[in-house]
């Protein structure tokens, strides 16, 4: 069974910086693609960006260079590094793998 923790989440100023984190357990994590989504209140939920096993990244046009995903398949871990944050990008961030889903860490932008 997967299972994905996410922490790193909190409130920073607009221009601030965030690295989330994503721990994953029960699979074999390399092979997959892993993606961090988001759903702000009232949205639907959207992709943010995600990394193939190989390194490979996606990302959302909004987000394009602010974020940066990576991930560590030693370590079973994906990130995603925000810079230069704005109020728009606030929203509850989830880390997806597989058909899986975290609980999910709330990012706040706001001064």
């Known amino acids: 069974q997967v299972q994905l923790v996410e922490s790193g989440g909190g409130l920073v100023q607009p221009g601030g910086s965030l690295r989330l984190s994503c721990a994953a357990s029960?699979?074999?994590?390399?092979?997959?693609?892993t993606g961090w989504y988001r759903q702000a209140p009232g949205k639907q939920r959207e992709l943010v960006a995600d990394i193939t096993g190989g390194g490979r990244a996606n990302y959302a046009d909004s987000v394009k260079g602010r974020f940066t995903i990576s991930r560590d398949n030693a370590k079973k871990m994906v990130y995603l590094q925000m810079n230069n944050l704005k109020p728009e990008d606030t929203a509850v961030y989830y880390c997806?793998?597989?058909?899986?889903w975290g609980q999910g860490t709330q990012v706040t932008v706001s001064s």
């Open positions: 997806k793998l597989q058909a899986s």
């Open positions: 029960g699979t074999i994590f390399s092979i997959y693609i």
